[in-house]
């Protein structure tokens, strides 16, 4: 996968806004129904927006063949709206130390709602949409074959969705094993999640920059 795909993809997968939810659904009555519900409806949800943008970008003219200008200019844009928004965000951790109420909220969820909060939360997140807007136009303008285009997207997506089956995966395998060490790491990212998605989104948008120059 291209640095500049893996860049968009880790925008989503440290996201605490990705990894929180798919942790507090193992804190349900029905953990494991609940955590691949949720996986399974946050890895299609993010297939079909970045298809869909592959598709926006097909139908504009002058893609195909080298990147673009424009496509340079819009990666340079994202990136620094990228390295603004880290900033806020790093500027304000300290007001609270716990997750928002709508996240810590998902810990009483059925299986039924788990799949339908997942495309809920991607459609509503700005910083996940330019994410996959970015890898669709990116994916279209570089594509060399009608099947090309799909593999990087398949590729994006898994590598996304990555910080979401994992921890299913893991608690599925090693459940007794999880469960203590899923706690702690709920509680870390509860406390400290302002501060990790500030990081994630300065030093992805720096690696945008370096990649737009």
Known sequence: MRVELASL???????????????LMLHTPRPLASG???????????????????????ELPGLGGPPQQWIRTATAGLAALLIAAGIVTWMRRGRSERAPVWLRALDSVTP??????????????????????????????????????????????????????LPVLSYAIWRERMNEPLQ??????????????????????????????
């Open 36 to 58: 691949w519900a949720f996986a399974a409806g946050w890895t299609l949800s993010l297939a079909l927006f970045t298809g869909l943008f592959v598709r926006i970008a097909g």
């Open 184 to 213: 702690r790491l709920k509680s870390a990212l509860e406390r400290h999640h302002a501060a990790i998605l500030a990081v994630v989104l300065i030093a992805v948008g720096l690696m945008l920059l370096l990649q737009a120059a």
């Open 112 to 165: 039924h709602r788990a799949a339908t909060a997942a495309p809920v939360l991607v459609s509503l997140n700005p910083k996940v949409l330019a994410a996959c807007a970015a890898a669709g136009f990116s994916v279209s303008s570089t594509a060399q074959t009608n099947l090309a285009p799909w593999a990087d997207v398949t590729v994006f997506v898994l590598f996304a969705s990555a910080t979401v089956i």
């Open 9 to 23: 993809a880790l925008v989503i997968a440290l996201s605490p806004a990705s990894v929180v939810p798919a942790i």
